[in-house]
């Protein structure tokens, strides 16, 4: 990823990821990994990792604000966490997710949506659910780069009957014809989400521009978790899916700090002299 001079899956020292960059790992068969964000802490700490590309994700309503489903974040609520990250990183490119009902009633509203995103948050593309070329097209009309986002699109969980792998037997051709419909509409890269893996297998060998999955196997180009999933923190809302794979247990370690702290002012033993002035 990061050779001896710096540069980072091919952008120059100091330099961010640009979707170009994207597109030559592609070109050269070459993986990325690719994590949720929403505040400047984990911004500064991923984009220090490595990691090429940060989403500033509508699951921030489920991850951070606590609600059932993605469906009640606004744009309104999104900005300001999409601007942290910007600005807490260097390196990394930060995709600002369009909320649930900020871009479904066609390009006009879609690229109002895309362009405060762009003027108000300083991301350096969006990303939008559903197999929609024309809104894809009108946004990346108007010099705003868009990643798609098909098989098991979030937004529209009441309408799928939850959270269930798309694509299986028959509806394989219709995810693969939803996919070629995104590149051909311009969009730079796409997220699969919940696809069986020889699905995705085939889509990633038949499209040009690089996939991003998520319970779609080992084939993609690149993958994509939800950093609280990632790293362990999730607490409640119901069982980790499958796809997921914890690094790390932080919901155990900040469990741990809390309780021995609180433990050590209870005891007296927290402040000392050290921490006194
Ligand atoms: O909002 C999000 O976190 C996403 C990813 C799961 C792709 O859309």
């Known amino acids: 990823m990061s050779d001896a001079v710096g540069s980072l899956y091919g952008a120059p020292v100091g330099q961010r990821i640009r979707t170009r960059h994207l597109q030559q790992l592609k070109d050269r068969g070459e993986k990325w990994a690719m ?42 609520e999104l900005i300001p966490m999409a ?102 509409a311009g969009a730079f890269a796409i997220v699969l989400e919940m696809v069986p893996a020889a699905v995705a297998a085939q889509i990633t060998s038949e499209l040009g521009i690089p996939t991003i999955g998520i319970g779609a196997g080992p084939d993609c180009d690149a993958q994509v978790l939800v950093w609280q999933d990632m790293a362990g923190l999730r607490v409640g809302g119901g069982p980790v899916p499958r796809f997921v794979k914890k690094y790390a247990d932080l919901a155990t370690t900040l469990s741990d700090a809390a309780k021995t702290y609180a433990a050590e002012v209870r005891d007296g033993v927290f402040p000392t002299q050290d921490h006194s002035f």
């Open 83 to 184: 601007r942290a990250v910007v600005r807490a990183t260097s390196r990394a490119l930060v995709v600002g997710d369009l909320a649930f009902g900020s871009y479904e009633e066609g390009p006009a509203q879609a690229i109002r949506t895309s362009v405060r995103f762009m003027k108000e948050a300083q991301v350096h593309a969006v990303k939008l659910e559903g197999a929609r070329p024309l809104l894809i097209e009108a946004i990346v009309s108007t010099g705003i780069p868009v990643m798609a986002h098909i098989g098991f699109t979030p937004q529209s969980e009441h309408q799928i009957g939850g959270y269930r792998v798309q694509g299986r037997g028959e509806d394989a051709k219709h995810l693969i014809e939803a996919a070629h419909s995104c590149q051909e």
């Open 35 to 76: 994590l949720t964000s929403y505040d400047q802490y984990t911004a500064r700490l991923f984009d220090e990792a490595g990691i090429p590309v940060l989403l500033v994700g509508d699951s921030a309503a489920n991850n951070v604000f606590g609600y059932e489903t993605t469906l009640p974040v606004t744009t309104d």
